[in-house]
């Protein structure tokens, strides 16, 4: 049986992330996958299901499992904001200095 080489994430990655279209591309996902964690959350600590979160939105039970997954191209902050007051919460959004070592950086609270 062949020894299989495990690489270093961390390494990989930041390899990757020199090359300007991957990083653009890799923030963009982060924060679609930190941002649609963060709404499936405040909605499961209201105890709504997809569908209710969605009759409180006058959406489809479908549209509201595209943000959820990151899946929805289009969420607009008009669209983001009717999310969080349906869920009672607000919306702050920041803007913060980077270190040159860290290049991003998203906070969803």
Same mark, same amino acid.
């Given at each position: 049986?062949?020894?299989?080489? #495990?690489?270093?994430?961390?390494? @990989?990655?930041?390899?990757?992330?020199?090359? !300007?279209?991957?990083?653009?591309? @890799?923030?963009?996902?982060?924060?679609? =996958?930190?941002?649609?964690?963060?709404?499936?959350?405040?909605? !499961?600590? !209201?105890?709504?299901?997809?569908?209710? #979160?969605?009759?409180?939105?006058? =959406?489809?039970?479908?549209? =509201?499992?595209?943000? !959820?997954? *990151?899946?929805?191209?289009? #969420? %607009?902050?008009? %669209? /983001?904001?009717?999310?969080?007051?349906? /869920? *009672?919460? *607000?919306? %702050?959004?920041?803007?913060?200095? #980077?270190?040159?070592?860290?290049?991003?950086?998203?906070? =969803?609270?």
């Amino acid at each position: 049986m062949a020894k299989i080489k #495990l690489e270093n994430t961390d390494i @990989y990655l930041n390899e990757l992330l020199k090359d !300007e279209k991957f990083r653009r591309l @890799y923030e963009i996902e982060c924060a679609k =996958v930190a941002l649609a964690q963060k709404i499936a959350e405040l909605r !499961e600590d !209201e105890n709504l299901t997809q569908a209710e #979160l969605a009759k409180r939105l006058g =959406v489809s039970q479908q549209f =509201v499992s595209q943000i !959820e997954t *990151g899946d929805e191209k289009n #969420l %607009t902050l008009e %669209t /983001l904001i009717k999310i969080a007051r349906s /869920l *009672g919460k *607000g919306i %702050t959004i920041s803007f913060t200095k #980077l270190s040159k070592q860290h290049q991003f950086s998203l906070k =969803v609270t």
